[in-house]
């Protein structure tokens, strides 16, 4: 085991290992103690094939169900499944508006925070790479963009129309203070909105005028570069 640039670092039990990308549908799992094989699937899990030749076997268990509180319906958008940048077998997710984390690679999950407000709706979560207690968040009610500096402590950096299903938020997998967001077209007063970015984690946050429109965009994505 170890690193695999370009795709991310392991993380595993001593079973198996996730090598997770930078592209969600493509993911490598090193299977360590039975074949030693490497799996590849590149449409997210859907097919597997291993390129060395060899059997390959993966099973799936649910470790968490859609948690709900009683009287409080919890919605699931996007993609709010987060790996810890700094402990790989630590991961976070966000089922409506609870965030829920996991110490030992999602066999056991306990709420941790929950964002504040009405609504519970959330389509995009992302933890800091420089301060693990800083997240941004986008959520539906009020199309806001929150973020998350303390236990309990979040604010509402910006509320501009997004998409219902998509996930419009994306780090910058080469710098993670560099964050990107596309609003709808045309989402404050008529006018016209372009890729928002910000380079401190969503404090503050400025269009790229030059950027194409968007309507209803699906997913924004950060390719890994080197100069």
Known sequence: SGFSPGFGAIVGTDKTAILAPDLAETMWKYDVDLQKNVARTTDGGDTWSVPGGGNFTYAWALKQSNF??????????????????MNREKLWVVQGKFVMASWNLGENWSIVDSI????NECNAFVVSATDTNTWLALFQAGDRIVRRTAPGVWTTVDSIPF?????????DVNNPDHVMFAPETTSVAGASQHLYESYDFGLTWSQIPSTPLFRSSLRIMSERFST
């Open 68 to 85: 709900a509180r009683p009287g409080i319906a919890t919605v699931i958008r996007g993609n709010t499944l987060r790996i810890d940048p």
């Open 116 to 119: 504040p407000g009405i609504g």
């Open 163 to 171: 998409t219902e299903y998509g996930l419009p938020l994306e780090q």
